[in-house]
């Protein structure tokens, strides 16, 4: 069973620029969300997609915004980049647990954005 | 709003011996979960082991045990037998019990290392 994939892996951008990340989550599950990742913030919530709708958005400015297809995969989009927003891109899909009905997250391997 | 809290920035073990790592969290809510993450130098975020607030039983996972105290809010990790392949930073995360809840809340991490 393929993991969470996660395009591009590294990329460089300019200030100003726009990027868009993409993941593929584990077949089967319906639900991604996205998370960013600073030495100095650690990691925070961006926001999550479930069956195409945001369902649910962590303390970003507008710059950050995301979406789902039909196919579960998700992208998000960073728009106007800024210094800070160099960072490792973490997306993660989640499925039910059978036995204890928790959500159990897992991680894709994450998209490391230099902006220069 | 919850938080997480990892006091311990950095640990080390000898090779075979036990280790601890510290958590501690803040929340109103009586139903959640928590986890603990493993982030080795490929970046790659892996899921170490989880617990419902609703059970008593400590979790356990092989070497990997947790002592939860809900009370306290406390949620430690022991790591027994302590192999070369646990190097990695360790991230304490939770989660409210809401269905469908997918925002993880995470500490700032303990990196482990594991001496030979």
């Known amino acids: 069973k393929a993991g969470v994939t996660q395009t591009p892996r590294y990329l460089i951008k300019t200030r100003g620029q726009q990027v868009t990340l993409s993941c593929s989550p584990i077949?089967?599950?319906?639900?991604v969300s996205w998370y960013q990742q600073t030495p100095g913030q650690g990691l925070q919530f961006l926001f999550e997609?479930?069956?195409?709708?945001?369902?649910n958005k962590g303390n970003f400015p507008g710059r950050f915004s995301g979406r789902q297809f039909s196919n579960s995969r998700s992208e998000m989009n960073v728009s106007t980049l800024e210094l800070g927003d160099s960072a490792l891109y973490l997306c993660?899909?989640?499925?039910?647990?059978?036995?204890?009905?928790?959500?159990?997250?897992?991680f894709g391997a994450g998209s490391r954005l230099t902006v220069l | 709003a919850q938080t997480v809290t990892q006091s311990q920035p950095e640990m080390s073990v000898q090779e075979a011996e036990t280790v601890t790592l510290s958590c501690t969290y803040d929340?109103?809510?009586?139903?959640?979960?928590l986890f603990w993450y493993k982030q080795p130098p490929s970046r790659q975020m892996i899921l170490v082991i989880r617990?419902?607030?609703?059970?008593?039983q400590n979790a356990t996972e092989n070497r990997f045990s947790v002592n939860f105290q809900k009370a306290a809010k406390s949620f430690s990790l022991k790591i027994s037998d302590s192999q070369l392949g646990d190097a990695a930073m360790y991230f304490c995360a939770y989660r409210r019990g809401i269905q469908g809840a997918q925002k993880l809340v995470f500490g700032q991490g303990t990196r482990l290392t594991i001496n030979p």
């Open positions: 929340t109103s809510e009586s139903d959640y979960y």
């Open positions: 997609y479930f069956s195409e709708t945001q369902r």
């Open positions: 617990q419902e607030a609703y059970k008593q």
């Open positions: 077949s089967g599950h319906r639900s």
């Open positions: 993660a899909s989640s499925s039910q647990d059978r036995v204890s009905g928790a959500n159990v997250l897992t």
